[in-house]
T-cell receptor, first 111, second 112 residues
Framework: DQQVKQNSPSLSVQEGRISILNCDYTNSMFDYFLWYKKYPAEGPTFLISISSIKDKNEDGRFTVFLNKSAKHLSLHIVPSQPGDSAVYFCAASADDYKLSFGAGTTVTVRA | DAEITQSPRHKITETGRQVTLACHQTWNHNNMFWYRQDLGHGLRLIHYSYGVHDTNKGEVSDGYSVSRSNTEDLPLTLESAASSQTSVYFC???????????FGPGTRLLVL
């Protein structure tokens, strides 16, 4: 039973526009959330995270929003660039250092 | 530079064979993890370790084992490889007080 869900398998966006990736979770014990980016034939790389005590965290072009009441988080990428084309995984932790991952969303940035 | 490496990067084996995938990190991280990535499932946790001589089962541990004899290494063994274990395997590590994990480059395993 997947506790972290990314319901959009793919997203296509024009270069310069905003990419919005969504993630839902079911486990109310999750208190730390992360986004990872993965290129083909490489391991996932950490992108940005947010603690449950916050509702927003920003790092350059990347912003993560957390809505605890809805058990929902989203990643905004503004502006989208060709190098952002990758698979993005949402992950969550219940303060036990283990991560539960979503199935991933493939982002394609069109020139 | 500190890093996390996996070997081999690609492996083809036959059903029933024992296979060991290596994972080595030089960050001196206490926590180490093994995941498998399959289409439609994301990354699923196989086994994990919080320190030397500590090992724990993840959500998909059947048919796999690990041992932690030092801080740097967490080898993953498939006792008797099955076609269902064809996948891409990722090792990751993290410090004792941090949730963020850092991943190796992966091992692509094909079981024929």
């Amino acid at each position: 039973d997947q506790q972290v869900k990314q319901n959009s398998p793919s997203l296509s966006v024009q270069e310069g526009r905003i990419s919005i990736l969504n993630c839902d979770y079911t486990n109310s014990m999750f208190d730390y959330f992360l986004w990872y980016k993965k290129y083909p034939a490489e391991g996932p790389t950490f992108l940005i995270s947010i603690s449950s005590i916050k509702d927003k965290n920003e790092d350059g072009r990347f912003t993560v929003f957390l809505n605890k009441s809805a058990k929902h988080l989203s990643l905004h990428i503004v502006p989208s660039q060709p190098g952002d084309s990758a698979v993005y995984f949402c992950a969550a932790s219940a303060d036990d250092y283990k991560l539960s991952f979503g199935a991933g969303t493939t982002v394609t940035v069109r020139a | 530079d500190a890093e996390i490496t996996q070997s081999p990067r690609h492996k083809i084996t036959e059903t029933g064979r024992q296979v060991t995938l290596a994972c080595h990190q030089t960050w001196n991280h206490n926590n180490m993890f093994w995941y498998r990535q399959d289409l439609g499932h994301g990354l699923r946790l196989i086994h994990y370790s919080y320190g030397v001589h500590d090992t724990n089962k993840g959500e998909v541990s059947d048919g796999y084992s690990v041992s932690r004899s030092n801080t740097e290494d967490l080898p993953l063994t498939l006792e008797s490889a099955a076609s269902s274990q064809t996948s891409v395997y990722f090792c990751a590590s993290s410090t004792g007080g941090e949730e963020t994990q850092y991943f190796g480059p992966g091992t692509r395993l094909l079981v024929l």
